[in-house]
């Protein structure tokens, strides 16, 4: 019998690409990379667990930050390569920037333009 996980069309570094929107406003809040053991632990934890890229190491979203992500529901699109995940976001902020959400930035006139506050000062978030 297939494994739900063997669904997934997971890229050639065994990831996929997850958006993470919350259940809420329905505003998208981040996007991040999952492999096998992160989404298998973010279903059976109920908290969004991802894979670090850069540091190449899982990491549970609000581990150093208090910020934590509960998850209501995990969809996979039409594709079977894009995971959609909704939560309820714990702190009212999702970006390591100190804001509400990871999209901030809007092109305008041929620039970026940062469009949302920061809420709290990440050196006051990640001590």
């Not at 992160?38 to 899982?58: D, E, P």
């Not at 309820?88 to 970006?95: L, N, V, Y």
């Not at 920061?118 to 990640?126: E, G, Q, R, S, T």
Request: hydrophobic fraction near 35%; include cysteine; glycine fraction near 6%.
């Amino acid at each position: 019998m297939a494994s739900w996980l063997d669904k997934i069309k997971w890229n050639n570094e065994g990831l996929v690409p997850v958006i993470v929107q919350e259940l809420d406003t329905g505003q998208v809040l981040m996007h991040a990379w999952m492999n096998r053991e992160s989404l298998q632990q973010t279903r059976n934890s109920g908290k969004a667990v991802f894979w670090s890229r850069s540091r190449q190491s899982l990491w549970t979203k609000g581990e150093s930050s208090g910020h934590f992500q509960l998850v209501e529901s995990i969809k996979l699109d039409c594709d079977f390569d894009t995971l959609l995940i909704t939560v309820k976001q714990e702190g009212g902020m999702a970006c390591h920037t100190g804001r509400h959400h990871c999209f901030f930035m809007t092109l305008s006139d041929d620039e970026w333009q940062t469009t949302e506050p920061v809420l709290k000062d990440p050196h006051d978030i990640y001590k």
